[in-house]
């Protein structure tokens, strides 16, 4: 059997590790994590080792697994049962083969449990050795989409005033009303968001992308349920290695665990690169403007005072233009760097300051974080 999971909180819950042992009664099974913003919550577990990850979108995971496996399990917890069937209608649409699957919504909720999704044999057998093993009941049989269509206008599924909008896991805007649509140039650039308010620096960063196939997610909160424990990694002692990791935190976790250091540029990507250091021992330096249009929320200022191995924010105008100067001045304009000689991370941060308050950009630092913060709001 193949089972791809998706997101954190089907691993916090510890469901992740539930399915797969009651999978592993049953057959020899193959693990995926889809989409990224599962990792941290993977480490949190220990299932590393029992679960592949290679930055995949679910869709492509069940691809993948397709030929494998003689039936194919979705994992996931979204914020509804509404929700968590609009994202399995979507990742079904842009799976190509894919014709079945069992989905495992929201397991342990009033609403949760299985959908079949045009299932045949061995899709209804799984569901019945689930069903015995966890106590899960079928909730609902639906037929599986036959394939997106291109749109130049997106409506978002189960949304709230206040989510977060994500478009391929870049954050590119904020919903305003229960309604909300993005609207698409020709050439597939985001333009307009009715219902919600634009985060400009969002938009150009995400560019170009097929709005059928585009990945779609909104939430207010970063992880919405945290573990009972949290593995933290002690950083090095000196700094010879170092990572620029610019507003992709997730795309880039083997660049974190190879580096001493992490050079992080944006608020939301500072708190991912924190959560991200800690558990696999990386120093992290903060390029934020901690959002002066609002768009910090409360979680992502936590995530940054929780932080053991946060050492500093460098707080700039816009951290966009402060990364920039980092990224052309000291990483060559890559985002690795072998450091010559090995440096204190006091001195790499000293580094860093002059680098930015040469260019004028800089507006302050905050070299006790989790304590200033926790204090400005």
């Known amino acids: 059997m193949g089972l791809v999971l998706h ?35 993977l480490l949190d577990a220990g299932l590393q080792d029992r679960v592949e990850f290679d930055r995949k979108l679910p869709s492509e995971c069940l691809e993948e697994l397709r030929e494998w496996a ?29 014709d079945s699957l ?26 019945r050795h689930l069903s015995d093993e966890l106590g899960l009941e079928v909730i609902e049989v639906r ?58 620096e969002g938009v150009e960063r995400l560019g170009r992308v097929d709005p059928a196939r585009a990945v779609v997610k909104t939430d207010r909160r970063l992880r919405r349920r945290e573990p009972d424990s949290r593995r933290v990694t002690p950083p090095p002692d000196r700094v010879s290695r170092a990572v620029l990791v610019d507003h992709d935190a997730e795309r880039r976790v083997e660049d974190i665990r ?29 390029i934020v403007d901690l959002d002066p249009d609002g768009w910090v929320v409360d979680d992502t200022r936590e995530a940054l005072e929780r932080s053991e191995n946060l050492i500093c924010l460098l ?18 304009d890559g985002h690795r760097l072998e450091l010559d000689e090995p440096e204190r991370p006091e001195e ?5 300051v002059s680098l930015l308050e040469e260019a004028g950009v800089l507006e302050r630092v905050l070299r006790a974080p989790r304590r200033e913060l926790g204090s400005s709001r």
């Open 315 to 332: 707080v700039c105008r816009r951290d966009d233009d402060a990364g920039e100067v980092i990224r052309g001045r000291l990483f060559s």
């Open 348 to 352: 790499w941060v000293e580094r860093l």
């Open 143 to 200: 037929e599986a989409p036959e394939g997106a269509e291109s749109s130049r206008r997106r409506r978002i599924s189960c949304v709230k005033p206040g989510d977060r909008i994500l478009v391929n896991g870049v954050t590119v805007g904020v919903a305003e009303s229960d309604d909300v649509v993005l609207v698409f140039d020709e050439e597939g650039r985001l333009v307009n968001i009715e219902g919600g308010r634009l985060k400009r």
């Open 70 to 98: 003689d039936a194919l399990v979705l994992a996931n917890h979204g914020k509804s049962r509404e929700s968590g069937l609009a994202f399995a209608e979507g990742v079904l649409a842009r799976a190509e083969g894919v």
């Open 258 to 286: 190879w580096a001493d250091a992490v050079v992080a540029v944006g608020d939301d990507t500072t708190a991912v690169c924190a959560e991200l250091g800690d558990r696999l021992g990386s120093w992290v330096v903060g």
């Open 102 to 127: 069992v989905q495992v919504e929201r397991p342990g909720e009033p609403d949760g449990g299985i959908v079949l999704w045009s299932p045949g044999e061995s899709e209804r057998r799984v569901a």
């Open 7 to 41: 997101g954190p909180t089907i691993i916090d819950t510890g469901w992740a590790e539930r399915l797969l042992d009651a999978l592993e009664r049953l057959g020899e099974v193959r693990a995926k994590l889809g989409g990224t913003t599962g990792y941290i919550a």
